[in-house]
């Protein structure tokens, strides 16, 4: 789960924004993507657009077939990406460019299999696979895809730093933090699992108890191998934290799952204090994608007919 967004640069439809009125004057950006039998990227002024060459469902011949198709958005809302219905290649585009094929390893044969994931800028796709382990690191920028590090596929794949510009990768008990070519710049054995990266490209941030029941984090220095104490987030009674990442000015966000979308908090690390950002109401569709989210999330999740009952 990977959340990275420039805060003023969304004024969502459908969204309680807690701030200054200067985000009005935000450039149109996506505000969130929702599918049913097609896609549709729903844009900050409100407009929807049509992403008809978009697959929703794993074709026939697919491993899974049936299941839903990713449809990515980069937390800066630029850029989306999707399996395209003409030859089922993963492909970027922004609003007004033209489709970029991402791999030509990766296919919507393998949907299901093999995960994708975009930076926020929308430079860089790294997939996690069912292997478990990696699949493909693909730079955008420079139109290479590179091998694993070491050319093995047993790392997990942690999270870009908001930037673009560091990945962190697990294996075994060791963190490493890599640049955009896959060269290892720090390491360190640790236990603990971090699940986002600052734009220091030093500080990790890691969640603290049982999944998905989590209410606590605490900051792990890469360089020192150091741990800060744990910090008690101040949530509203029955939320938890579903998603943990860094802005860019290297603040902790929480994303958490409400009865009827999703809320956003900036998180005082020293305190745990908990400041209301942003709520985004779920929309009526089958499905729906932030900026920043991965394949899944607990937010797409539609309420059963019970709990609205």
Same mark, same amino acid.
């Given at each position: 789960?990977?959340?990275?967004t420039?805060?003023a640069?969304?004024l969502l439809?459908g969204?309680t924004l807690?701030?200054?009125?200067?985000a009005?004057?935000?450039p149109v950006t996506?505000?969130y993507?929702?599918?049913?039998q097609?896609?549709?990227?729903?844009l900050?002024n409100?407009d929807?657009?049509?992403? =008809?060459?978009?697959?929703?469902?794993?074709?026939?011949?697919a491993?899974?077939?049936?299941v839903?198709?990713?449809?990515l958005v980069?937390g800066?809302g630029?850029?989306?990406?999707?399996?395209?219905?003409?030859?089922?290649?993963?492909?970027?585009r922004t609003?007004?460019?033209?489709?970029?094929?991402?791999?030509?390893r990766l296919?919507?044969y393998?949907?299901f299999e093999?995960?994708?994931?975009?930076?926020?800028?929308g430079?860089?796709?790294?997939t996690?696979?069912?292997?478990p382990g990696?699949?493909i690191?693909?730079?955008?920028?420079?139109?290479?895809?590179?091998?694993?590090?070491g050319?093995?596929?047993?790392w997990?794949?942690?999270?870009?730093?908001s930037?673009?510009?560091?990945?962190?990768l697990?294996?075994?008990e060791?963190?490493?933090v890599?640049?955009?070519?896959?060269r290892?710049r720090?390491?360190?054995?640790?236990?603990?699992a971090p699940?986002?990266?600052?734009n220091?490209?030093?500080t990790?941030?890691t =969640?603290v108890?049982?999944w998905p029941k989590?209410?606590?984090?605490?900051?792990?220095?890469?360089?020192t191998?150091?741990a800060?104490?744990?910090?008690?987030?101040?949530?509203?009674?029955?939320?938890?934290?579903?998603d943990?990442?860094f802005?860019?000015?290297g603040?902790?966000?929480?994303?958490?799952?409400?009865g009827?979308?999703v809320?956003?908090?900036?998180?005082?690390?020293?305190?745990g204090?908990?400041?209301?950002l942003r709520?985004i109401?779920r929309p009526?569709?089958?499905?729906?994608?932030?900026?920043?989210?991965?394949?899944?999330e =607990?937010?797409?999740?539609?309420?059963?007919?019970?709990?609205q009952e």
């Amino acid at each position: 789960m990977r959340f990275r967004t420039a805060l003023a640069a969304l004024l969502l439809t459908g969204t309680t924004l807690i701030g200054s009125p200067a985000a009005a004057a935000a450039p149109v950006t996506i505000a969130y993507a929702q599918g049913t039998q097609t896609w549709q990227l729903v844009l900050t002024n409100g407009d929807v657009v049509e992403v =008809p060459e978009a697959l929703a469902k794993a074709p026939k011949d697919a491993v899974n077939a049936g299941v839903r198709a990713p449809f990515l958005v980069s937390g800066d809302g630029k850029h989306f990406l999707y399996f395209r219905k003409s030859d089922g290649l993963f492909v970027e585009r922004t609003l007004n460019g033209k489709e970029k094929v991402v791999s030509r390893r990766l296919t919507a044969y393998t949907i299901f299999e093999e995960w994708p994931m975009v930076s926020d800028d929308g430079s860089y796709v790294v997939t996690s696979t069912s292997a478990p382990g990696v699949g493909i690191f693909a730079d955008l920028r420079t139109g290479k895809v590179l091998p694993p590090p070491g050319h093995t596929d047993a790392w997990s794949f942690l999270g870009f730093s908001s930037d673009g510009k560091r990945l962190l990768l697990a294996e075994d008990e060791r963190l490493t933090v890599f640049d955009r070519g896959l060269r290892a710049r720090m390491r360190l054995k640790t236990r603990l699992a971090p699940m986002a990266l600052a734009n220091d490209y030093v500080t990790a941030v890691t =969640p603290v108890g049982t999944w998905p029941k989590y209410r606590k984090l605490r900051l792990l220095n890469l360089r020192t191998g150091r741990a800060k104490g744990t910090v008690t987030v101040q949530l509203p009674r029955g939320r938890y934290i579903d998603d943990l990442d860094f802005d860019q000015a290297g603040r902790v966000i929480v994303r958490s799952k409400t009865g009827t979308g999703v809320a956003i908090y900036r998180v005082s690390t020293a305190t745990g204090k908990a400041t209301l950002l942003r709520t985004i109401a779920r929309p009526d569709a089958e499905a729906w994608v932030l900026p920043g989210d991965s394949a899944y999330e =607990p937010w797409t999740e539609r309420k059963s007919k019970a709990s609205q009952e």
